[in-house]
């Protein structure tokens, strides 16, 4: 059971709205967020397999100008602890993506996934019942058909409203690897999922088929070099898609020139510096995430320490490199030790494709803007975010004197860090996810 307390910190400037678990566990950390096409609905996945939706309340006649906050509209739990007795191995709950799919009529739909399994759900809001049934009473029982004398109608009645989330379809046993990500292509009718090895296409009506349309698993796993980290479909274009590697590579490709894109059509990888050469190199090339601009003009990628945009006509280098934590390069060996050099950073665009927005450790997310090539540090804490204050950037020192606005590099917390992030489609919203806190920031409201 979470608690969820409110008030508001926020962004570049303030009001909103954060969302925490006091009774803080390993289930409630939160592993993806995602807002849906119109930005109207927020949904969270958690490691304990449960989704979260947050719907915007509607503006108030008598406050025009002050902006809905989002709260609590559906909670459900989508995935369950699995154990795949032929391989002795547990499948965890954990929601690894959430991907919306666009409104089509009242209900809405999402796809959530595990390692393993996607599902799709619909979630629905229910405000009247059915009463008056000839076979059932009002319990629910089956009545005898010898009492039965008169036939009724049945009527809809008034009722609380309550919001329903229902699995509609159940698409497994396509994946022997871990799932890592999800997309809904744009014609609405097919969705891939990508593990390690393999992107399979799936058609959203048919749970028992998909097709293999990248397979880079080598006859033999000893030859092995480079696993799939992220794949994403391209917005408007449907039969292009882009795939990301360990490698720092991304391939695209076009599903009309063969049913198994064995081939790219495109090839992006930016040629290593050699004077920045080290036994950490590869590792930190790794791609943690790639995401189409709205546009479908620009791809960005982030890795461990950088976030870079390509444009799709120019393979050769990227078109802009942004350092998100350029002052970890000399951390790198103690970062390798506990593990967190191998952690996956998502990042994302806002809705004009002018700032990108990524997360770095001690609950610090960066903002480029791609305009003015300024950059900022904020906090998503709770000691940093007062009612309506506004959120001031950080700085991080790098040895020589600090000053008193400046935290230093040594003092930075690794275990806090924001992996997960969502802007909202249309407006200057985002969603931070720092460990089982989700803060909500908007832009300031004159």
Known sequence: MKCFSRYLPYLFRPPSTILSSSCHTEADIISTVEFNSTGELLATGDKGGRVVVFQREQESKSQPH????????????????????????????????????????????????????????????????????????????????????????????????????????????????????????????????????????????????SFNIVDIKPA?????????????????????????????????????????????????????????????????????????????????????????????NMESKPLETYQVHEYLRSKLCSLYENDCIFDKFECVWNGADSVIMTGSYNNFFRMFDRNTKRDVTLEASRESSKPRAVLKPRRVCVGGKRRKDEISVDSLDFSKKILHTAWHPAENIIAVAATNNLYIFQDKVN
């Open 66 to 209: 002050r902006r809905g906050e989002y709260n609590v509209y559906s909670t459900f739990q989508s995935h369950e602890p699995e154990f795949d007795y032929l391989k002795s191995l547990e499948i965890e709950e954990k929601i690894n993506k959430i991907r919306w799919l666009p409104q089509q009529n009242a209900a809405y739909f999402l796809l959530s996934t595990n390692d393993k399994t996607v599902k799709l759900w619909k979630v629905s809001e229910r405000d009247k019942r059915p009463e008056g049934y000839n076979l059932k009473d009002e319990e629910g029982r089956i009545r005898n058909p010898a009492t039965i004398t008169s036939l009724r109608v049945p009527v809809l009645r008034p009722m609380d409203l309550m919001v329903e989330a229902t699995p509609r379809r159940v698409f497994s046993n396509a994946h022997t690897y871990h799932i890592n990500s999800i997309s809904v292509n744009s014609d609405y009718e097919t969705y891939m999922s990508t593990d390690d090895l393999r992107v399979n296409l799936w058609n959203l009506e048919i749970t028992n088929r």
């Open 220 to 312: 033999n796993m000893e030859e092995l070099t480079e696993v799939i980290t992220a794949a994403e479909f391209h917005p408007h274009h449907c039969n292009t898609f882009v795939y990301s590697s360990s490698k720092g590579s991304i391939r695209l490709c076009d599903m009309r020139a063969s049913a198994l894109c064995d081939n790219h059509s495109k090839f992006f990888e930016e040629p290593e510096d050699p004077s920045n050469r080290s036994f950490f190199s590869e590792i930190i090339s790794s791609i943690s995430d790639v995401k189409f601009s709205h546009s479908g003009r620009y791809l960005m990628t982030r890795d461990y320490l950088t976030v870079k945009v390509w444009d799709l």
